[in-house]
């Protein structure tokens, strides 16, 4: 299994950016998706999540109304797009998958919310 995150940089606040995960060694139509991330001295918390098929979307009351996660199946790849970003979403993003009860993750994207 290998997730490879994309897409991270430096963004103004009220800015906007999309990050892609790229994933291979599975079936990934077959898989829910999620993205996490982890800002300095905190926990990785959960970001979103992505049904296998795409119909059901989750995400953390934070990122709520700003974060839309997507996947296209045929690129075997998930995306987060994120508008409205604020300082405080400054983090490494990574996707992740439970697959065969062992869980993966990609190296990580960093995003820097600053003016």
């Known amino acids: 299994v290998q997730l490879v995150e994309s897409g991270g940089g430096l963004v103004q606040p009220g800015g906007s950016l999309r990050l892609s995960c790229a994933a291979s060694?599975?079936?990934?139509?077959?898989?829910?998706m999620s993205w996490y991330r982890q800002a300095p001295g905190t926990d990785r918390e959960l970001v979103a999540t992505?049904?296998?098929?795409?119909?059901?979307?989750n995400y953390a009351d934070s990122v709520k109304g700003r974060f839309t996660i997507s996947r296209d199946n045929g690129k075997n790849t998930v995306y987060l797009q994120m508008n409205s970003l604020k300082p405080d979403d400054t983090a490494v993003y990574y996707c992740?998958?439970?697959?065969?009860?062992?869980?993966?993750w990609g190296q990580g994207t960093q995003v820097t919310v600053s003016s």
């Open positions: 060694g599975f079936t990934f139509s077959d898989y829910f």
């Open positions: 992740r998958v439970l697959f065969r009860s062992t869980i993966y």
């Open positions: 992505i049904s296998n098929a795409g119909s059901r979307t």
